[in-house]
């Protein structure tokens, strides 16, 4: 009876009468031709300034990426050492007469930084955060069925104000809404799930309407749950309400049956639609993303996730695409989680802002954890010119919007008011920790909060303030397993370990000594071309090797979780702080998105997948005495041979994470076999590489979409004549395309390559090097070559299809 009932609602709801399409909410994307002038321009935003010959273009844009590195630039090489300035941008629309009777709304995910809107001269309002989303009402001074202009100032100019590669401009996506006057207010739902078992889940929904007609209105509003295959299970109806002023909140209870539960392996999501009627015609439609879960961190046994037992294995990233810069790519970000998400990663941190919706998004989707972040910095500076100098004034404002923005991402479970702030050491802690608290609670009560704390110690003021529901530590690995006896009963978070440092496809000897830098640490690497081991042995003064830091994270339940420093590198705080190095060497994936050797022991240790990786390369001076390390999973032992010969079984005792086999060099060919229980699970082999021969292209997706910003990210392998890579070549690589594509960047992941990434041209890195595809409007066939000097030339095709 109640499957008929269901049935027989959902069909009234669907068959709602409704008004034109025209009438109800649009959400337009507003990214495409745009006017850009690089430079402070006098009066900028008046309708009658001459920008034809400015730039066109669309957006999201970052210009500083297509600058020169440089040291002398003021964002310094912690900064990225890329230029900054001032940067004008201008729309010329129509918005149809049919409109007049609505609500027109300009939505920027995110504009870095100081940015200033007009339309038609009027100005809207200035955001100093660079990284919030924020929204203003068009409607009072738009030409309906005329033309508009739309002007945006963006200040980057003083310099330094990050610690990071900031990027400069409209370097998120864009939106223009139109609702009717009466409708769903901006980010105007909350849902929630405050009970949930297998039999059933409650689901509450808050719902926010505004109402703009200028008297008062009867409406209704029927919810209906959709499941993850487009069918109707739960349905709400709100019998008529009175909106007798501008806002009213109405509340929903709603009975999920038989819920699928939203997890990071199958991260199953449901759609909350809205309607609000006004006259028995739909007014508005308004949908939220529903993730149905529960979880909660244990002070003693670490954290649950729909009841079981779960660590959190993530990493922080800041919000920077490598050679893309920092301009939003949805399909570059997703690249960047399916690369983590091989490697077993289950969590993200927004190290140290509020991210990209499309993180967001992705992380719903693909079943990430994450941790929500707000703050760098509080009231002091940690750089002469950050969001210290904004914070009394904007970061109420900031932070309400950044949760009313993310609280409905079921990804998200834990908030961070804040990273290494430096009032750790000051009594005005006990002050903004409980604001901050404070503010998220009004709007989320469901989530924890933390901060990422360098100085977790007992002085710490933010701890004290007992504002915080988990203590979060960064670094101080050797004080984690006597965490209770410092905070007994709390709850403990890794926010951020390890730090440590490599190079991709760079190797020294020995490999079992760990090396720390601080004796030359504002000093340039004593290394040719600030290289670092990547064998992890290398680390910061405040940080752990990999290994170490993992060794102690497994081992204990109340360590409810990680977030490495970090997952990909990026853009900016090369380590130590010296030029000729522009980029990080944290990441456990170099900046083109090549795996380090360190991944493939994530990957052994946090997937059930078979892995057998065996490294360094196998092209030394004869008699060299060489270190061969292997990451294995799933087997017992791994046998190594050298030409055929054995070397030595190996197995892991203890708590070792690899094995390792120290030889004499002599050429040829080394092989890896891991066993379990005397049956072969896995082979690998490395062999000497001879001179370069050839050029491979390896696309990592052959069909993209014809939609102007799908990519295809094509990996070029320098091989010898029997089809090895070889590990030294630097050949100079010279890409071309035909077809509806273009190539927006090129890559190799080497921290010292001071070529811009916009050229089409780019040295391999020990024996790699990328090309990005970015696809065009019009579907057909792109067909990308790759030459280089004395070498066969390459080509792939990439398909585009609409």
Known sequence: MKRLYLLLLSIAVLTIPSLAQQTVRKTLNFDQNWSFNLGDVSDGEKTDLNDSKWRKLNLPHDWSVEGEFSKDNPATPEGGALPGGIGWYRKTFTVAATSKNKQVYIAFDGVYQKSTVWINGHKLGFRPNGYISFRYNLTPYLNFGGQNTLAVKVDNSVQPNSRWYSGSGIYRNVWLITTNKLAVDNWGTYVTTPKVTEQKASVNLKIVVKNYVGKPQQLQLITSIFNQEGVIVAT????????????????????????????????YLYRVVTKVLNAGVIADEYTTPLGIR???????????????????????????????????????????????????????????NPPAPELLDLCDKMGFIVMDEAFDCWEWKKVTYDYHLFFKEWHKRDLEDQVLRDRNHPSIMIWSIGNEIPQQADSSALRIAPELTAIIHSLDKTRPITTANDRPDTSNKIVKSGAVDLIGYNYHEYNYAKFHDRYPGKKFIATETASGLETRGYYEMPSDSIRVWPERWDKPFIREGNNVSAYDNTRPPWGSTHEATW????????????????????????????????????????????????????????????????????????????DVWAYYNNADEVELYLNGKSVGVKHKTGDDLHVMWRLKYEPGTLKAVSRKSGKVVLTSEIKTAGAPAKIELIADRKTIKADGSDLSFITAKILDKDGNVVPNADNAIQFKINGQAFIPATDNGNPVDHDSFKLSSRKAFHGLALAIVQSKLTPGVATLTASASGLPTASIKVTLVK
């Open 294 to 352: 529960y979880f909660e961190f244990d002070a003693y046994k670490g954290f649950f996730l729909n009841g079981k037992p779960l660590k959190i294995l993530g990493v922080c990233d800041h919000h920077d695409l490598g050679s893309l810069g920092a301009a939003l790519n949805y399909r570059a970000l997703e690249r960047q989680l399916q690369i983590l998400k091989a490697m077993g990663c289950n969590g993200i941190r927004t190290s140290h």
């Open 551 to 626: 060794k102690v994270m497994k081992k204990y339940d109340f360590l409810s979780g990680m977030f490495i420093w970090t997952g990909f590198d990026y853009l900016g705080e090369p380590t130590p702080y010296s030029w000729p190095s522009r980029s990080s060497y944290f990441g456990i994936v170099d900046l083109a998105g090549f795996p380090k050797d360190v991944y493939y022991m994530y990957q052994s240790e946090w997937t059930t997948k078979p892995v057998l990786h065996i490294f360094p390369h196998w092209n030394w001076e004869p008699g060299k005495t060489v």
């Open 236 to 267: 709400k109806k709100t019998n008529t309400v009175t909106i007798a002023d501008s806002v009213i909140n109405v509340n929903q209870d709603i009975e999920v049956s038989k819920p699928q539960l939203w997890s990071v392996d199958r991260p």
